[in-house]
């Protein structure tokens, strides 16, 4: 059985061994992230810089909360805003595996830049068990390619370091409960971030709808749990589709775009089915999601495929 106050004192352990000068890390706000920060923060301390990159992708509100959580952690942190060089490297890129690689490697170049500033050798990362399998390597197929994984370029002037590397979800979660972190039971989100939950060439306006239409599916989720209505999913979430389809906007045609949402219940990541939610909770998000985006979003479905066949996110 797996005992994460045992995990928690050798891996701290381990960082001081492995780790003989200055590191720098990414971190989300996300479970993982911010539990590799937490525990590699308690081994190096002011040696560790931990990077917040607001990359133009990122949730509603999330630079804000993330600033202040790791101010309470105490984590020595920095918020870099790098949205123009992300936004420009995704122009016109639609292959979801090719967003991915390139956001992974912008991330890289960001970190080093960071890196070479803060006279670091190691970039730690959150990578868990999932990562790496489904990137592929080895006899393994790639599902589909972490950025933090399958997404490194393959030239880098830093070291890797992943104390969470062998670890799965639910492991990471008690882990992160034993470290005291408030996100230990926040849903996944991905290392791409709503690049790929923009289907399509990634731009604001796509961004943006799907940042506003994200936003209305956890509030109305989360709703819907406090009112026992539903049980808490391990994921929920919207999808911005590229096609566009025929509307109704008062008395006038319109043309407008389609919002998917999606929400799973799942153990570890590595497979998944689809949450049965009431039809009143969906009519809720459809309505405030098509009422929000009025004249940009006319249509929107709900996804009840399992994994496999499908993976949670859509790319």
């Not at 870099?80 to 967003?99: C, T, Y």
């Not at 170049?109 to 190691?122: I, L, N, P, T």
């Amino acid at each position: 059985m797996f005992k994460a106050e045992k995990f928690i004192n050798e891996i701290i352990e381990e960082m001081r061994r492995k780790a003989d000068g200055k590191a720098i890390m990414a971190c989300s706000g996300g479970v993982d992230s911010t539990a590799a920060a937490v525990l590699v923060s308690r081994a190096l301390g002011d040696r560790l810089l931990t990077i917040y990159v607001d990359n133009g992708l990122m949730r509603k509100g999330e630079t804000e909360y993330v600033d202040r959580m790791l101010a309470e952690l105490k984590v020595n942190h920095k918020i870099v805003d790098a949205s123009d060089e992300f936004f420009e490297a995704l122009i016109g890129v639609i292959d979801p595996e090719k967003k991915r690689k390139i956001i992974g490697e912008r991330f890289i170049r960001v970190f080093e830049r960071e890196a070479k500033a803060f006279g670091a050798e190691y970039l730690v990362q959150g990578t868990i068990a999932p990562d790496w399998i489904e990137s592929g390597g080895g006899i393994r197929d790639t599902i589909k390619s972490h950025h933090n994984v399958g997404g490194l370029p393959e030239k880098m002037d830093v070291k890797i370091i992943e104390p969470l590397r062998d670890l799965y979800k639910d492991e990471v979660r008690k882990v992160a409960r034993s470290l005291g972190i408030e996100v230990s039971e926040r849903q996944p989100f991905p290392g791409p971030a709503l690049a790929i939950r923009v289907l399509g060439e990634v731009t604001r306006e796509a961004v943006e709808l799907a940042r506003e239409a994200n936003a209305i599916v956890e509030e109305e989720i989360q709703g819907a749990v406090q009112r026992n209505e539903i049980q808490m999913p391990w994921q929920y979430f919207a999808v911005v589709l590229p096609v566009k389809s025929v509307g109704v906007q008062g008395d006038v045609r319109a043309y407008g775009r389609t919002i998917v949402i999606r929400a799973v219940e799942s153990v570890d990541g590595m497979t998944a089915n689809y949450v049965r939610i009431p039809h009143d909770v969906l009519e809720r998000m459809s309505i405030r999601i098509t009422n929000t985006l009025k004249d940009r979003i006319n249509r929107v479905v709900y996804d009840i495929t399992n994994k496999p066949p499908s993976t949670i996110e859509w790319e």
